[in-house]
């Protein structure tokens, strides 16, 4: 499909370490993390994470998953995030790419793929567009739709505005966001992605990609075609980005498909709720995986 995009060459990506994120074509591999082996007839597991997150964020449910199912769950890093390189494309389609890409290369067949928020379109694009490559798709607190919220453009200048340079610590860094971001577990989350270096403190996101790619990240193409694979929306008792309208565009595009509210749990439905979110994918992946 033309919105697919085309997936990343060896000019668009920044990495010193350039040769280990490229395979022999000269396209993208994103960091990642494996738990586990594959001893039963479970699929795969492939985990794709939110904006502003990393492979690390599904570690505790990946590891218990892959004991319990008697599979492979692999964690990714999306582009621009975590241990994988910087790019400057990083639209939907290519985030898609990535991940067919990797599949591809590790030759995992189909695979189940988890995805939270931005990592949620990731593997609701990869289900339209491959089906043949993903067994089943859960989908973390996300919507196969645009949103209009201002919300990540506010983070992505408030973030730009830190003096990375002079920055004396982490907590100095929380300080200037409060404003911004007033919820600590929130602004933990994002500063998560300040490491300190020899040379001080730097960030470990591309947060000038991020920021171009603003209405990428919001948006949803109009021209998928629906996915017709088994598909599992857990979502956030107390978030904000369920609405009906948004339930009835997913179960057109994903007509087999099975919503789940997870109780006393905002946006990041896997930290808020460990325990409930894991029962409720392992019970979905015991039957579609």
């Given at each position: 499909m033309m919105w697919l995009g085309r997936l990343c060459n060896v000019s668009q990506v920044r990495c010193p370490l350039l040769a280990g994120f490229l395979n022999r074509r000269g396209l993208?591999?994103?960091?990642?993390?494996?738990?586990?082996?594959?001893?039963?007839?479970?699929?795969?597991?492939?985990?794709?994470?939110?904006?502003?997150?990393?492979?690390?964020?599904?570690?505790?449910?990946?590891?218990?998953?892959?004991?319990?199912?008697?599979?492979?769950?692999?964690?990714?890093?999306?582009?621009?995030?975590?241990?994988?390189?910087?790019?400057?494309?990083?639209?939907?389609?290519?985030?898609?790419?990535?991940?067919?890409?990797?599949?591809?290369?590790?030759?995992?067949?189909?695979?189940?793929?988890?995805?939270?928020?931005?990592?949620?379109?990731?593997?609701?694009?990869?289900?339209?567009?491959?089906?043949?490559?993903?067994?089943?798709?859960?989908?973390?607190?996300?919507?196969?739709?645009?949103?209009?919220?201002?919300?990540?453009?506010?983070?992505?200048?408030?973030?730009?505005?830190?003096?990375?340079?002079?920055?004396?610590?982490?907590?100095?860094?929380?300080?200037?966001?409060?404003?911004?971001?007033?919820?600590?577990?929130?602004?933990?989350?994002?500063?998560?992605?300040?490491?300190?270096t020899k040379g001080g403190w730097k960030w470990r996101i591309n947060l000038p990609a991020i920021s171009d790619h603003i209405a990428d990240i919001r948006g949803y193409p109009t021209d998928v075609k629906p996915s017709h694979i088994p598909t599992l929306f857990p979502y956030g008792g107390r978030s904000d980005y369920m609405t009906p309208a948004r339930v009835q565009e997913a179960r057109r595009l994903f007509p087999n498909s099975t919503f789940v509210e997870i109780p006393d749990a905002g946006h990041i439905v896997h930290m808020d709720q460990p325990e409930l979110f894991y029962t409720t994918v392992r019970d979905f992946l015991m039957v579609h995986g």
């Open positions: 993208f591999l994103p960091s990642y993390t494996k738990f586990g082996e594959r001893t039963s007839h479970t699929s795969p597991l492939v985990f794709c994470h939110g904006v502003f997150g990393s492979k690390i964020n599904f570690s505790r449910s990946a590891k218990r998953l892959a004991a319990e199912l008697g599979t492979e769950c692999y964690l990714l890093d999306c582009r621009n995030h975590g241990a994988s390189p910087w790019a400057e494309d990083m639209t939907l389609g290519t985030l898609a790419g990535d991940v067919v890409e990797f599949v591809a290369e590790h030759n995992l067949g189909p695979v189940n793929i988890i995805g939270h928020s931005l990592g949620g379109k990731q593997a609701m694009m990869v289900a339209s567009s491959t089906p043949e490559v993903v067994t089943s798709a859960v989908i973390v607190d996300m919507f196969p739709v645009a949103f209009s919220s201002r919300q990540l453009d506010d983070t992505c200048a408030a973030l730009s505005l830190i003096d990375v340079e002079s920055l004396g610590s982490r907590e100095e860094a929380s300080e200037q966001l409060a404003t911004q971001i007033p919820n600590p577990a929130e602004r933990s989350f994002i500063l998560s992605n300040l490491i300190r």
